[in-house]
């Protein structure tokens, strides 16, 4: 058995107000916390690494999602269930079988 615990990727701060005076702020402030499109491609390309380790190399993953092999989880915050969801499709690409609903 593997166990791989995994951070978000790159977000938007918690503190936007630190930029207050930038005219980018607003931007910042409606993202504030929120995964960041760097961050899903983080957690897309470390899904993908795992995925050519071990699906390709190693064989010890089935090159198809396989409900029985794979238990995956997230607390319940957007930006974690967002590294989640971009790290599984690196890990089980599309036509591998996975649904994300």
Same mark, same amino acid.
């Given at each position: 058995?593997?166990?791989?615990?995994?951070?978000?990727?790159?977000?938007?701060?918690?503190?936007?107000?630190?930029?207050?005076?930038?005219?980018?702020?607003?931007?910042?402030?409606? &993202?504030?916390? $929120?995964?960041?499109?760097?961050?899903?491609?983080?957690? /897309?390309? +470390?899904? *993908?690494? !795992?995925?050519?380790?071990?699906?390709?190399?190693?064989?010890?993953?089935?090159?198809?999602?396989?409900?029985?092999?794979?238990?995956?989880?997230?607390?319940?915050?957007? &930006?974690?269930? $967002?590294?989640?969801?971009?790290?599984?499709?690196?890990? /089980?690409? +599309?036509? *591998?079988? !996975?649904?994300?609903?």
């Amino acid at each position: 058995m593997v166990q791989i615990a995994i951070r978000h990727g790159a977000r938007y701060s918690l503190y936007p107000e630190l930029i207050k005076d930038k005219p980018y702020y607003l931007y910042y402030k409606e &993202r504030e916390g $929120q995964l960041s499109s760097v961050g899903m491609l983080q957690q /897309y390309n +470390l899904g *993908t690494l !795992i995925r050519q380790d071990y699906v390709t190399n190693q064989k010890f993953l089935p090159g198809n999602y396989d409900v029985n092999s794979i238990y995956a989880f997230s607390s319940n915050v957007n &930006r974690t269930l $967002q590294s989640l969801q971009s790290f599984l499709i690196g890990l /089980y690409p +599309l036509r *591998t079988g !996975i649904t994300l609903l």
